[in-house]
C-alpha cells in the first residue's frame, strides 16, 4: 500500500541553514545596561535517524534483550494500516501547525511507529527531528541544539510526553509555533506516551487557546482493531528473525506457538519476547516454564547469565561480581542515565558501595554490561522498559510467582536511594516514575515500597511531576490514604503543571467522600473544589456538572441561611458562569456571572471590608464572560471600569494580593475596548501594560 503524507514544501517555502533552540546572542552597538540568560531549554532536539543499528550475533546471543530494542529494528514494521492511514491524514492536512497525541500502553510499538512516519515524512523531503526532555542539562553539553531544516515541513517527534512537565511541553510547542511564524515552515508534532490521563487535555487546551496549534490525540488500537490480529503470524515472523541472528535453526514443524489469547499479549513487545524467550531457550536446550511471568523471568535470568559471564571470563573479566552488579542494574533502571558524579551518589545512598574507586570501578562495570546512548552519561537503565520495570518487581519480595531475581534488599535500596539525601535528589522524577508505572502491573511493589515510600516522604511524589502523579491516581486499587497525604501539598491555585494531578486526585477523593458525608454544605463544597481543579485542568466539560451541583445546593442553603451562604452562593455562581462561557452556553454564562455580581454587591453595601475585593473579581469576572461569548460589550465597559476603580485602593494598599487582580482586570478592559472597536486605545493601553512588565 503506498501512502502520500503530504505534498513536498512548495517552492519558495525552502529554509536553508539550521534551526537553533537555545540562546543565540549578538550583541553590537549597545549602550546602558544589558541582562542575557542564558538558560537552556528544557529540552533537546536532535535530527531523527532510522538507520537501524548494527548488532553481532555474539552480543545478541550474550545479551538476548537487545534484540528486543527498537533502535536494531531486528523484526520489521508490520501491521498498523488503519493507524497509518490516520497518521498520513494527519500529516498531510492544511493546519500550518498541529500536534498529535498517540497513547497506548508500553509495548504496543508506538516508537517503531513514530520511527515508520518519520521515515516516510524523510522520503518526500521533510525534516524529522527527535526531542528529548533535559530536566537537567549534563555538564560539558551543548547550550543550544542545532538541527537542519532542509525543506519547508518538519516532523517534531516527543517520546515519553506524559512524562515531561507541561510547562516544559509547551515551552516547546511556542518555539515551534515561532518557528512557522518565522520560517513559513509547515509544522508537526508528533506526541507519544502511555496516556492521556489529565494532562493531555490541560496541554490541549493551552496549545489551542494560547497558541493557536491544530490538536488531537487518539489510543493506539489493540492489533486486533488497527489490522488483522494475527498474533501467531506476528509470533512467527518475531521468532525467525530472532533465530537468524542468533543463528539457530527452526523446528522442521516450525517454532511452537504459545498460548497467545491473554490479554497481556495485546501488545507487540509481549508477543516479541515471547519469541525471543521461545528461541533463545531453544538454542540453549531448555524448555521454558509455565506461568504468566515465565517469559519476563527468563529473559531477566538471561541477563544475570551475561553479568556472570563478564565477571568469569578470561579476558578482561569484569571487577565486579554478578550479585553486585545486579544492584547497580536496579540502581540504574530507577535513576536512569545520569552524569557520573550523580551515579556515585545514587551508588552511595541506595547503600551499595561509597563514592571512591568503589563506585567508579561499578559504574565503569555496569558500562561495560549497558553501554550508555549518550557518551555524557552512564547508568544506561534496562531496556525495554518492561523489562526494566519486572526487574524491579521481580527482585523485590511479595510477588506471586517463584524468581531467582528476589532479594531481601530491594525495598530498603530503593527507599534508601530516594531518602537519604536532604533533599529530592536529581533522579527522583525519573525513579518514582519507574515504580508507579510498574506498580501498575505489580500490585505487590505498590503495597511493598511504592506506597510507604510516598506516605513517609509525599514530596518525593510532588517532585516526580504531574503526569506521574497523575498515573499514580490510577492505580487500580490505590489506597485512599496515599491521596490524602498528597492533597495537602498541591498547590492551592492554578499551577501548569501540577492541575493534572490536582483534578485526579481530587476526583477519586470527590467521589469517596461524597458517598460517606450527608452535610449538604460539605457536599457543595466538594463539588465546588472538584469543579475547580478539573477546570484548571482543561477539563470543562467535566467540570461543568458538580459546578452546577455547588451552585444548586448553596442556593438552597442560602434560601433558609442567607447570613451564612450568600457569599458561597456568589462565589459558586462565578465559577458555573466561567464554566458556561468557555462552553459557549452564552446566555446562561452572562444570567450566572451577572448575579453573582448581584449578590457581591448587596453583600458589599452592608460590610465593604468584607467584600469589594469579591465585587472587584464579581465584575471583572462578568465583563470577562461577555468578552468571551462576543456580547453585552457596553455593559462589560460599564462592569470592567468599576472593577478597576475598586481594584486600585486595594492594590496600593496590599499590592502583593491584588496587584496581579488589577493588572489582568485592565487586560480584559483592553479586550472590551477591542471588541467595541476602538482598536487605537486598545492597542495604547496594552502598550502600556507590556512596559510596565518589562520594566526595571
Not at 490480529?229 to 543463528?247: E, N, Q, S, Y
Not at 551515579?343 to 558501595?353: E, P, Q
Not at 531518602?419 to 511493589?445: C, G, K, N
Not at 489582568?664 to 512588565?693: H, K, M, P
Amino acid at each position: 500500500m503506498t501512502r502520500w503524507w503530504g505534498p513536498p514544501p512548495a517552492a519558495g517555502q525552502a529554509v536553508t541553514g539550521s534551526v537553533v533552540f537555545g540562546d543565540t546572542v549578538q550583541i553590537a552597538g549597545v549602550d546602558g545596561d544589558v541582562t542575557i540568560s542564558l538558560d537552556r531549554p528544557p529540552y533537546q532536539v536532535t535530527t531523527a535517524d532510522d538507520a537501524p543499528v548494527p548488532l553481532s550475533a555474539v552480543r545478541a546471543r550474550a545479551q538476548p534483550s537487545r534484540l528486543l530494542l527498537a533502535r536494531h529494528q531486528i523484526v520489521p514494521f508490520t501491521g498498523r494500516e488503519r493507524t497509518l492511514d490516520r497518521l498520513a491524514d494527519w500529516v498531510g492536512g492544511d493546519e500550518p501547525v498541529a500536534a498529535l497525541l498517540v497513547h497506548g500502553a508500553g509495548g504496543q510499538g508506538k516508537t517503531r511507529l513514530a520511527a515508520h512516519v518519520g521515515a516516510s515524512c524523510a522520503a518526500v523531503g521533510w525534516a524529522v527531528w527527535q526531542v528529548t526532555h533535559t530536566p537537567t542539562p549534563v555538564a560539558g553539553s551543548p547550550p543550544v541544539s542545532r538541527v537542519a531544516l532542509p525543506g519547508g515541513a518538519v516532523l517534531a517527534v516527543v517520546d515519553y510526553a506524559d512524562r515531561w512537565p507541561a510547562s516544559a511541553l509547551l515551552a516547546l510547542l511556542t518555539q515551534l509555533r515561532d518557528l512557522h511564524v518565522r520560517a513559513g515552515a509547515r509544522v508537526r508534532v508528533l506526541m507519544l506516551a502511555r496516556s492521556d490521563g489529565y494532562w493531555w487535555p490541560a496541554l490541549a487546551d493551552r496549545a489551542d487557546s494560547t497558541l493557536s496549534i491544530e490538536v488531537d490525540q487518539f489510543p493506539l488500537p489493540a492489533l486486533s482493531a488497527d489490522s488483522v490480529d494475527d498474533r501467531p503470524g506476528l509470533f512467527a515472523t518475531a521468532a525467525g528473525r530472532f533465530a537468524a541472528v542468533l543463528d539457530v535453526a527452526a523446528p522442521a514443524e516450525g517454532w511452537p506457538v504459545p498460548d497467545l489469547t491473554a490479554g497481556r499479549f495485546g501488545q507487540v513487545l509481549a508477543v516479541h519476547m515471547a519469541a525471543l524467550a521461545e528461541v533463545d531457550a531453544a538454542r540453549r536446550g531448555e524448555v521454558l516454564p509455565g506461568g504468566p511471568d515465565a517469559v519476563s523471568s527468563y529473559l531477566l535470568g538471561r541477563e544475570q547469565a551475561y553479568w556472570h559471564h563478564l565477571h568469569t571470563r578470561t579476558e578482561a573479566p569484569v571487577q565486579t561480581p554478578p550479585e553486585v552488579m545486579h544492584r547497580a542494574v536496579v540502581a540504574a533502571t530507577l535513576t536512569g542515565a545520569q552524569p557520573r558524579s550523580e551515579a556515585r551518589h545514587a551508588l552511595t545512598d541506595a547503600g551499595f558501595t561509597d563514592t571512591g574507586p568503589a563506585a567508579d570501578r561499578l559504574i565503569d562495570d555496569h558500562t561495560t554490561c549497558y553501554p550508555p546512548s549518550d557518551t555524557q552519561t552512564v547508568f544506561e537503565p534496562l531496556h525495554p522498559d518492561r523489562l526494566g520495570e519486572d526487574l524491579i518487581a521481580l527482585s523485590t519480595p511479595g510477588h506471586d510467582s517463584s524468581s531467582r531475581l528476589e532479594r531481601d534488599w530491594t525495598p530498603e535500596a530503593i527507599t534508601a536511594l530516594l531518602t537519604t539525601s536532604e533533599a529530592p535528589p536529581a533522579w527522583t522524577r525519573s525513579a518514582i516514575t519507574v515504580l508507579v508505572e510498574a506498580a501498575h502491573r505489580w500490585p505487590h511493589l505498590a503495597t511493598t515500597v511504592l506506597y510507604p515510600l510516598i506516605q513517609t516522604h509525599p514530596q518525593l511524589a510532588i517532585t516526580a511531576g504531574g503526569a506521574t502523579l497523575t498515573r499514580l491516581a490510577s492505580i487500580p486499587g490505590i489506597e485512599l490514604t496515599i491521596l490524602e497525604t498528597l492533597e495537602p501539598l498541591l498547590p492551592p491555585d492554578r499551577h501548569i503543571d501540577l492541575d493534572i494531578a490536582a483534578a485526579a486526585i481530587t476526583d477519586t477523593l470527590t467521589h469517596h467522600r461524597l458517598t460517606h458525608t450527608t452535610d449538604p454544605a460539605h457536599r457543595a463544597h466538594l463539588h465546588a473544589n472538584h469543579a475547580w481543579r478539573l477546570a484548571n485542568a482543561g477539563q470543562q466539560q467535566q467540570a461543568l456538572a458538580p459546578a452546577e451541583e455547588a451552585a444548586n445546593i448553596y442556593r438552597r442553603l442560602a434560601e433558609t441561611n442567607p447570613d451564612a451562604y450568600l457569599p458561597n452562593l456568589a462565589m459558586s455562581l462565578n465559577n458555573l458562569g466561567n464554566r458556561l462561557s468557555e462552553l459557549g452556553r452564552r446566555e446562561q454564562a452572562l444570567t450566572t456571572t451577572e448575579e453573582a455580581a448581584n449578590i457581591y454587591r448587596r453583600l458589599a453595601e452592608t460590610n465593604p471590608d468584607a467584600y469589594l475585593p469579591n465585587l472587584a473579581m464579581s465584575l471583572w469576572a462578568y465583563a470577562w464572560v461577555c468578552v468571551n461569548v462576543h456580547t453585552n460589550l457596553p455593559q462589560a465597559l460599564d462592569s470592567i471600569t468599576e472593577s478597576i476603580t475598586l481594584y486600585h485602593p486595594l492594590a496600593e494598599q496590599l499590592p502583593q494580593s491584588f496587584g496581579g487582580q488589577l493588572f489582568s482586570a485592565y487586560r480584559t478592559l483592553a479586550d472590551v475596548l477591542d471588541g467595541l472597536g476602538r482598536n487605537d486605545e486598545a492597542a495604547d493601553l496594552r502598550r502600556q501594560l507590556d512596559e510596565v512588565t518589562s520594566g526595571p
